[in-house]
C-alpha cells in the first residue's frame, strides 16, 4: 500500500529555470497540501487543493508559485523563475477528507545555484 | 498570529532516560495540537494528538497533555530508545482541519546506546 510519492527527491536549478514537484497521494486520498521548509526553520503551510480545485492558498507566495491537482495524475508544484532563497524542502500530504489524518511524502529537495 | 514554539535542539540522551521536549503555543482560539516526528530519510509521521484542553495523547510510549492555563503541550517518554532518535515536530490546526497546519521549527533527538 504505496504512500505518499513525492518526485523528484532532489532536484538543483539554476537561477531563472523553473521547477515542477509532483505528489501522488495515497490511494483514495482526495485533499493534496503542500509544505515548505527553510533551512533550520519549521514547515509553513503553502496551500490545499482538492481534485482540480485550489481550497486554501494563503500561504502560497503571490509571485512565480503554482499549484494544481488536475482530474488524472499528481498534484504539481510549480515554481518559475526560481532564486536562491526557493532553495527547500517541499512536502506533500495527503488525507481522505478535511478532518482526516495527513500523510507526508518524504520531500522533494529544492536546491537553486 | 498564531505559532508554535518548542525547545532548540539538538537534544542528546542516552538510552534509557526520560525525555522532555517542551512545546507552547499561541492562538486565538481553541486549536487542536499535534506532535509529529521525522526519521532520518523519511517525511512526517502523526505521533499523537490532542484535539482539547486536558486531552491526553499517547503513542509508542510518548505522551503529551493538552494544557490551556499554561498553552503547553510539552513531549513526554519514560525511557527512549536509539530508535526514537529523530525529529520531532509540535503543530496546532483549527476547525478539525489537520490540513492547515502552524509548526514549531523541530527538535532534533539523538539518543546514543
Redesign the interface.
Known amino acids: 500500500n504505496a504512500?505518499?510519492m513525492q518526485n523528484p527527491r532532489h532536484l538543483v536549478r539554476r537561477r531563472g529555470q523553473e521547477a515542477r514537484l509532483r505528489c501522488s497521494p495515497m490511494k483514495g486520498h482526495s485533499?493534496v497540501?503542500w509544505?515548505r521548509q527553510l533551512p533550520?526553520?519549521?514547515?509553513?503551510?503553502m496551500v490545499?487543493l482538492q481534485k482540480e480545485n485550489i481550497i486554501?492558498e494563503?500561504?502560497m507566495p503571490k509571485e512565480r508559485f503554482s499549484a494544481e491537482f488536475p482530474k488524472e495524475g499528481p498534484s504539481i508544484l510549480r515554481i518559475q523563475q526560481v532564486v536562491r532563497g526557493d532553495s527547500a524542502a517541499y512536502?506533500c500530504?495527503s488525507?481522505d477528507r478535511?478532518?482526516?489524518?495527513?500523510?507526508?511524502?518524504?520531500?522533494s529537495r529544492l536546491t537553486v545555484l | 498570529g498564531d505559532s508554535?514554539t518548542q525547545m532548540e535542539g539538538p537534544v542528546t540522551l542516552s538510552e534509557e532516560a526520560f525525555l522532555t521536549i517542551n512545546c507552547t503555543y499561541t492562538a486565538t482560539g481553541y486549536p487542536s495540537l499535534f506532535w509529529?516526528v521525522q526519521y532520518p530519510?523519511?517525511?512526517?509521521?502523526?505521533l499523537l494528538k490532542a484535539t482539547k484542553a486536558d486531552d491526553k495523547g499517547s503513542n509508542k510510549g510518548f505522551e503529551a497533555t493538552y494544557r490551556k492555563e499554561t498553552t503547553s503541550f510539552h513531549l513526554e517518554k519514560g525511557s527512549v530508545q536509539v530508535s526514537d532518535s529523530a525529529v520531532y515536530?509540535c503543530?496546532l490546526s483549527y476547525g478539525?482541519?489537520?490540513?492547515?497546519?502552524?509548526?514549531?521549527?523541530?527538535t532534533k533527538l539523538s539518543v546514543k546506546p
Open positions: 504512500g505518499v485533499h497540501y509544505y533550520e526553520e519549521g514547515l509553513k503551510f490545499y486554501d494563503s500561504g512536502f500530504a488525507s478535511n478532518t482526516g489524518e495527513l500523510f507526508f511524502g518524504e520531500g | 508554535v509529529y530519510g523519511e517525511g512526517l509521521q502523526l515536530f503543530a478539525g482541519s489537520q490540513g492547515n497546519l502552524i509548526f514549531g521549527k523541530g
